[in-house]
């Protein structure tokens, strides 16, 4: 097992009716002014916003609205929440949703600090040094982003879906309470379990060590998002495995699964940020159709961890037994499994390829995911 240093200070609060407990939560921190901000209307459908409301009023924390924030959330809703923090002298930013609305607070609390564009960030011409505090009430298990520091953003003029990552942007506090999933659709569940998967395979197959027990949180991670999201195609009411389904995801993406393993990249999400960027693809879809082509791209440089997850997550014997084990299951809940599943010309590869590498040299994986590398990898797709 390699060195590493492991901090998390998030704060979970997990469990039914958690939420109406925001705005005392919220002024224990001595926060009296929050930035609320949500997606295109779900959470007054199902009556969270009113919840919410009621529970800052009662605490005395008053609140500036900030909705419409769409999946691959946009850069120019990040200027716009900005501009709300600085004009109304904003404490803090509470998202109240799924991994956009909470990665679009992050980015807000990173920009409303500082006088230099908050893209800069995203581009490596600024570091994150300090933000406003963000606190958060999911309502789509998926992203982790409850419980890291980590926030992608697409930039619509530029066609960059980009990423930040930083301490700072740590959710203060976050609640997780899994009624509040329960009518998410089956095809934005299939979407989120596929999100969760790539969160853990990531470092499972690229890092440089692999300690036994690293491997086996992924392997438990999968086994039970696997399970769970059959239990919840069928009951989508089922509170135990919305439960599950949930901390999985928040464990997925939140520095545990990773640490000790030297390393790693993430050359899934490189790739499928770009296919999101170009097409506007929902996230947990684009990497239905990566993943299995990247593993079939890929599984010969570290054939014995493929050989393992075939082995321990399908009891299957080969690699490339798990590899379409994996890449069959995608497809039966729903997720599209290649391009032309997800209406994306293959006559758009070259122009893909070229958006990720740019992305891959962000990240320093410029030499192993050349320009025609990741076409090869998108012609398995």
Same mark, same amino acid.
């Given at each position: 097992?390699?060195?590493?240093?492991?901090?998390?200070?998030?704060?979970?609060?997990?469990?039914?009716?958690?939420?109406?407990?925001?705005?005392?939560?919220?002024?224990?921190?001595?926060?009296?002014?929050?930035?609320?901000?949500?997606?295109?209307?779900?959470?007054?459908?199902?009556?969270?916003?009113?919840?919410?409301?009621?529970?800052?009023?009662?605490?005395?924390?008053? #609140?500036?609205?900030?909705?419409?924030?769409?999946?691959?959330?946009?850069?120019?809703?990040?200027? %716009?929440?900005?501009?709300?923090?600085? =004009?109304?002298?904003?404490?803090?930013?509470?998202?109240?949703?799924?991994?956009?609305?909470?990665?679009?607070?992050?980015?807000?609390?990173?920009?409303?600090?500082?006088?230099?564009?908050?893209?800069?960030?995203?581009?490596?011409?600024?570091?994150?040094?300090?933000?406003?505090?963000?606190?958060?009430?999911?309502?789509?298990?998926?992203?982790?982003?409850?419980?890291?520091?980590?926030?992608?953003?697409?930039?619509?003029?530029?066609? /960059?879906?980009?990423?930040?990552?930083?301490? %700072?942007?740590?959710?203060?506090?976050?609640?997780?309470?899994?009624?509040?999933?329960?009518?998410?659709?089956?095809?934005?569940?299939?979407?989120?379990?596929?999100?969760?998967?790539?969160?853990?395979?990531?470092?499972?197959?690229?890092?440089?060590?692999?300690?036994?027990?690293?491997?086996?949180?992924?392997?438990?991670?999968?086994?039970?998002?696997?399970?769970?999201?059959?239990?919840?195609?069928?009951?989508?009411?089922?509170?135990?495995?919305?439960?599950?389904?949930?901390?999985?995801?928040?464990?997925?993406?939140?520095?545990?699964? =990773?640490?000790?393993?030297?390393?790693?990249?993430?050359?899934?999400?490189?790739?499928? %940020?770009?296919?999101?960027?170009?097409?506007?693809?929902? %996230?947990?879809?684009?990497?239905?159709?990566?993943?299995?082509?990247?593993?079939?791209?890929?599984?010969?440089?570290?054939?014995?961890?493929?050989?393992?997850?075939?082995?321990?997550?399908?009891?299957?014997?080969?690699?490339?037994?798990?590899?379409? =084990?994996? /890449?069959?299951?995608?497809?039966?809940?729903?997720?599209?499994?290649?391009?032309?599943?997800?209406?994306?010309?293959?006559?758009?590869?070259?122009?893909?390829? /070229?958006?990720?590498?740019?992305?891959?040299?962000?990240?320093?994986?410029?030499?192993? #995911?050349?320009? /025609?590398?990741?076409?090869?990898?998108?012609?398995?797709?």
């Amino acid at each position: 097992m390699d060195s590493f240093t492991y901090y998390n200070p998030t704060r979970i609060e997990f469990g039914r009716d958690k939420e109406n407990t925001v705005g005392e939560l919220l002024a224990h921190d001595g926060i009296g002014r929050v930035l609320l901000v949500y997606g295109t209307g779900s959470i007054k459908k199902i009556g969270l916003y009113q919840r919410v409301i009621a529970s800052l009023e009662k605490a005395g924390v008053e #609140y500036v609205d900030l909705g419409g924030i769409v999946s691959n959330p946009l850069l120019s809703d990040v200027y %716009h929440g900005i501009e709300l923090v600085k =004009s109304n002298k904003i404490d803090a930013v509470l998202g109240v949703g799924g991994g956009s609305v909470i990665d679009s607070s992050k980015a807000i609390a990173a920009g409303a600090v500082v006088e230099t564009d908050v893209w800069d960030f995203f581009i490596n011409k600024a570091s994150i040094d300090k933000a406003l505090p963000v606190y958060s009430i999911v309502t789509l298990a998926a992203a982790a982003s409850e419980m890291n520091g980590n926030s992608v953003i697409t930039n619509e003029a530029t066609k /960059q879906k980009y990423s930040i990552a930083s301490v %700072h942007l740590n959710p203060k506090i976050s609640i997780v309470n899994p009624e509040l999933m329960m009518s998410v659709t089956k095809e934005y569940l299939a979407y989120s379990a596929v999100d969760i998967i790539a969160h853990s395979i990531e470092v499972y197959f690229t890092a440089t060590d692999h300690p036994n027990f690293q491997s086996r949180l992924v392997e438990s991670i999968i086994k039970t998002v696997i399970e769970t999201t059959e239990i919840l195609i069928e009951d989508p009411a089922n509170y135990d495995a919305r439960a599950e389904f949930a901390w999985a995801s928040s464990q997925a993406l939140n520095g545990l699964t =990773s640490s000790g393993t030297g390393g790693g990249n993430f050359p899934n999400h490189m790739i499928e %940020h770009a296919l999101s960027a170009l097409f506007n693809i929902p %996230h947990g879809a684009g990497l239905a159709i990566v993943i299995p082509a990247w593993m079939k791209w890929y599984k010969d440089k570290n054939i014995t961890q493929f050989e393992r997850f075939a082995k321990e997550v399908f009891g299957k014997d080969s690699a490339d037994e798990g590899i379409t =084990s994996l /890449q069959r299951w995608f497809d039966f809940i729903g997720a599209p499994v290649s391009l032309p599943k997800g209406n994306i010309p293959r006559e758009a590869i070259p122009e893909i390829a /070229q958006n990720a590498y740019g992305l891959a040299k962000m990240w320093g994986m410029g030499d192993a #995911y050349c320009v /025609q590398s990741i076409e090869d990898i998108l012609g398995y797709a």
